[in-house]
């Protein structure tokens, strides 16, 4: 069953199960177990996150009319894309406009850095008013994780609805040695960045269910998924898209006062690969030693994989079977539309396979036709679906559990919104920093500060791209006067950015995973996953960065020809 569609399928056997699992655990549990016990009480007690999100809506906009009238603004120095131009030309015979665009040798993907004036802006003013009731519709179309959530579940709830994905986890579960389980989820989870929407929609729902076929709390799955994707979203074994966008960031910042040095993509490689390295070993210890015993043994709803439902062994090998050649097929397709030069997936004017393709833009995309294909195949070969209508109908039953998300991800589409509108979050972030350039401390103190800086500003900032924009052209020549090389500062950036990814009320996502939760624990809330959370985001902050401090006073190169300091 799928864990979208089957939100309300707990019932309250599972959750007195799970109740007295903690009271087990909480026999032998220490002070922090009782502190995350109360977490999730007191979170739970808050009101439904729609009515949270519509009185952090009223809070805005009452708090930015406050401000506003003060008139709060700051003046900073921000990097910004260079826009290429385009001129309206009008062809002989017709009154309608056409683009000309320059040629391909014009565009470029430099920033240019510049002085901006912000100031909070009043959603009461007249202006504010009318955003208000003009925006709603531009809001949430302009709010790209529905869209993201509705076109991955098309393939994801159908192979799940046939039993492709159960199927797949009780063979990732009886390969898997036990004691791996957990380093092999928190490791997809960090490499799975590369897609970036693809590890929360897709590898979360799948670590609850992997959990339950090793006779383990599906909760502590969803967290150790999680941890993965999040927690530890700023590195990469790989070079990820977003790489390339924080890099021309920072080389714009290090012109401000050194023209003629850049960086290159691998400027953190080396860190990254380590960083990969090291917090799938701290998230799986958190995972296994805070989390799970905490939780407790797990007898709820769907605790064991096994079921009526499944198909005979002889069905599902050939279901499998099915699957795989399907899989074949996509990779296929996939590898003649990307992977040979000149394919139409390969960026029309570089010719790259990753920097701005429709190969990286289109990756849900693919991942959606690959779980819609394999599930086909699946049901097909082992008779759970049967005809086109059984398809339609697992498809259309992901969707009826969508229902309440989307209501959620509407409201707070309004408060982002609201939010960006103010500049509240902008001005908040620019002093900060003024606070910290003036500290009259040591580099390495002045890097520590900085971290826990970006800590704090990413509850209310989310997004890795718009805090760099504001913090890149303040501390990168900051520290290249007292001679902390670039990639060291942006390697910190990369530390403070992520940890409180997994508790900020503004994580799109987090909706999803209260979600996905619900089908293990029916009456779990917002303070069930930030409780479950908190420890990553306090061990996984400390630990990564004693990791990052130990790497800076030892000096090993963030990357190839990438020093600590100059």
């Known amino acids: 069953m799928s864990a979208l569609a089957s939100v309300n ?40 996150p729609a009515v949270i999100f519509l009185l952090l809506c009223v809070l805005v906009i009452v708090l930015s009319a406050i401000l506003s009238a003060f008139n709060v603004h700051v003046t900073y120095e921000t990097a910004q894309s260079v826009p290429a131009p385009a001129t309206q030309e009008y062809a002989g015979g017709t009154e309608y406009p056409g683009t000309g ?56 709830g159908l192979a799940e609805e046939s039993g492709l994905i159960a199927t797949l986890i009780r063979k990732l579960v009886g390969w898997a040695p036990a004691w791996a389980l957990t380093a092999i989820i928190v490791f997809a989870g960090i490499v799975s960045s590369i897609a970036t929407d693809a590890g929360y929609l897709v590898l979360i729902p799948l670590g609850a269910v992997a959990f339950i076929g090793a006779g383990r709390h599906p909760l502590a799955g969803i967290a150790a998924a999680f941890g993965g994707v999040s927690a530890a979203f700023g590195v990469n074994i790989l070079i990820a898209p977003v790489d390339g966008i924080i890099t021309e960031i920072t080389n714009q910042s ?90 139409p997936l390969r960026n ?38 049967k005809g086109s209508a059984a398809a339609m109908e697992a498809i259309t039953k992901t969707f009826a559990g969508l229902a309440g998300l989307i209501f959620l991800l509407l409201i707070i589409a309004q408060f982002i919104a609201y939010f960006n509108y103010s500049n509240m979050a902008t001005v908040a972030a620019v002093k900060l920093a003024d606070q910290l350039e003036s500290a009259n401390i040591g580099a390495l103190w002045l890097l520590i500060l900085f971290i826990l800086v970006t800590y704090l500003l990413n509850l209310i900032i989310p997004g890795i791209i718009p805090k760099w924009a504001i913090f890149a052209p303040i501390f990168v020549p900051l520290f290249i006067r007292l001679g902390v090389a670039p990639q060291t500062v942006l390697a910190a950036y990369r530390v403070g950015d992520s940890p409180t990814n997994v508790i900020t009320p503004l994580m799109v996502y987090l909706p999803f995973i209260v979600l996905v939760c619900e089908k293990y624990k029916k009456k779990a809330g917002v303070g069930t996953v930030i409780s479950l959370m908190v420890p990553y985001t306090v061990v996984v902050g400390v630990a990564w960065l004693l990791f990052f401090v130990i790497w800076y006073l030892i000096g090993i190169p963030m990357g190839p020809g990438a020093p600590v300091k100059i």
Do not use: W
Not at 20 to 44: F, H, P, T, W, Y
Not at 108 to 123: A, C, N, P, Q, R
């Open 254 to 343: 290090i012109k401000l006062v050194k023209p003629g040095e850049s960086l290159n993509l691998t400027a953190n490689y080396y860190f990254a690969i380590g960083s990969t390295l090291f917090l799938t070993a701290v998230i799986t210890f958190i995972t296994e030693r805070i989390i799970e015993p905490r939780l407790g043994r797990y007898e709820g709803p769907g605790a064991v994989l096994e079921s009526e439902d499944r198909p005979d062994p002889a069905a599902e090998k050939r279901g499998l079977r099915f699957a795989g050649l399907a899989l074949i097929a996509v990779i296929i397709a996939v590898t003649l539309l990307a992977f040979i030069p000149g394919a």
């Open 9 to 48: 399928s707990g019932d309250d056997e599972g959750s007195s199960a799970t109740a007295v699992g903690k009271g087990e655990a909480g026999k032998s549990g220490g002070g922090m177990q009782r502190i995350l016990d109360l977490i999730e009480r007191v979170g739970n007690k808050v009101p439904h």
């Open 348 to 385: 029309p004017e570089t010719g790259s396979l990753f920097e701005d393709s429709p190969f990286m833009d289109g990756l849900i995309v693919i991942i959606m036709i690959a779980f819609l294909v394999m599930g086909l195949a699946y049901g097909a070969g082992a008779k759970t679906l």
């Open 101 to 156: 665009l320059p040629p391909a040798s014009q565009y470029t993907h430099d920033y240019v850095t510049v002085l901006e004036t912000k100031k909070v802006e009043s959603l009461l003013s007249g202006d504010g008013v009318r955003f208000l009731f003009t925006s709603m519709t531009h809001n949430f179309n302009d709010f790209g994780v529905v869209a993201v959530i509705l076109v991955v579940m098309v393939g994801v």
